[in-house]
Each structure stands twice: as C-alpha cells, then as structure tokens.
C-alpha cells in the first residue's frame, strides 16, 4: 500500500438516479419534443442547448443542459456530450436545442455539428437518434426530415 501524497488530481465521475423517473420512452420525435419542452427553461430570449441520455429499450435515463447561449446560437462541445453519455451508461443519445426566432430551419453549423455527433457515437457504440430544433410553436427532426 502506498501511504505517499500525490500531487495529481483525482478525477471522480459520478452519475446519480436518485430521482425516481417515470421511465419515459423514446419511440419518436414527438415523444422526444414533449420531454424538451419539460425541461427546456425557455424557447424564448436564448438558445439553449439539452441532450436527453436513453438505454436500450430507449428509456430516458435522464437529461443534460450542455450549453446556453445568446439570441443567435450557442456552443455545443462534443466532448461534454460523450462525456455525459459515458456517465450515464448511455446507449444513445437525442440531443435538441432552441431557435427563440420561431424558425425551425437548422442552419449550416446545426447540421455540421449533427454529423460530427453521429459520426463520433459511431466509434462510441452511443447512437445518435435524433436532433431537434425546437421553437415555442413546433420542432424540426432531422430524422424525420432526412438532413444529413
């Protein structure tokens, strides 16, 4: 056993279910739509940005708010995504964010970040199963709309 200090820091990873969930399931987008817009805080005044982390059996396992930004656009860092699925045991992920402009149209970054997400859960065995572009009045799926 060895009784020396170290100057390195730990690294602790945690992943707490202490909330009793009621084991939602993600069988489509609008399934999917409907638990954003209980936790998103707004579709209004700022995008947010939210990953919902699913089990096999596609079972909400629980949410993650990956970034808030301004009126325009907010970051979404990759790693913070894998990291947090890693964390919660995932086997997929349905991420989503807000356009407070009412427009549901991703734009050119949203479908570039939506490809480099699916390609890393790729090498990950973490399936992406969905993207949404969520506003006050509608949503947008890129896997219903085919955007690759």
Known sequence: ?????????????????????????????????????????SLQHREYFYMLCLDRASQ?????????????????????IFQTALKANASAIVIAHCHPSGNTQPSQADIALTKKIKEAGVILNINLLDHLVITSEEYLSFEDDNIQ
């Open 1 to 41: 056993m060895n009784t020396q200090k170290t100057n390195m820091a730990e690294i602790e990873i945690s992943y707490s279910r202490n909330i009793i969930t009621d084991n939602t399931r993600i069988s489509c987008s609008r399934d999917a739509d409907q638990v954003f817009r209980r936790i998103f805080p």
């Open 60 to 80: 909400v396992l629980g949410y993650y708010q990956v970034s808030v930004g301004g009126l325009n656009g907010t970051i979404a860092d990759i790693r913070i």
